[in-house]
């Protein structure tokens, strides 16, 4: 169990971390247009597409990166005032929407994306480029942003039950030094 669990952060991590530098490059696309249309006068109607391309592969990538690294929004005076008891309740709770909103936006976004392929949909503009390889992090996004809910919640089952061999390896140093 914990070599999926490490697999599961390991991955979430790296498709993050290497998700943030689209952020780089469709900056540089943005500015490239900005100079090219103003100091040139001639409009580059690939920039904007691939920019939006590059934002929805940074938006799905990075999911399952703030879920493990806890960036989502949280009530945490509300939260770390409850019993570990209804703790452990709120985070089941919050398991199971995740499991039923990922598991549901999954299944569709997989059907969106194979309908895509099928009929090998591009863009309407001038340009055209296909659209069905970013649709690829629609699925794929739901699927680390899942599978990061699932580790995060044995990982509460665990630590619930006292089994801090199935912590983080971050969380475990702290209860050793704490």
Partial sequence: MGHFLHGVDVVNDWAGKASSYLIVVMLGLLLLEIIVRYFLNVSLAWTH????????SYVFMAGGYNLLHKRHITMDLIYQRFPAKVRFAVEV?????????CGLLLWMSIDHWW????VRQTTISNWGPPVYPVKTMMPLGFLLFLLQG??????TVAAFLGKAELLPIEEKEAQTLG
């Fill in 49 to 56: 597409e691939i920019s939006v391309f590059l934002f929805i």
């Fill in 93 to 101: 709770a919050v398991f199971l929407c995740i499991l039923v909103f």
């Fill in 115 to 118: 309908g895509s392929v099928q």
């Fill in 150 to 155: 699932l580790a995060n919640f044995i990982r």
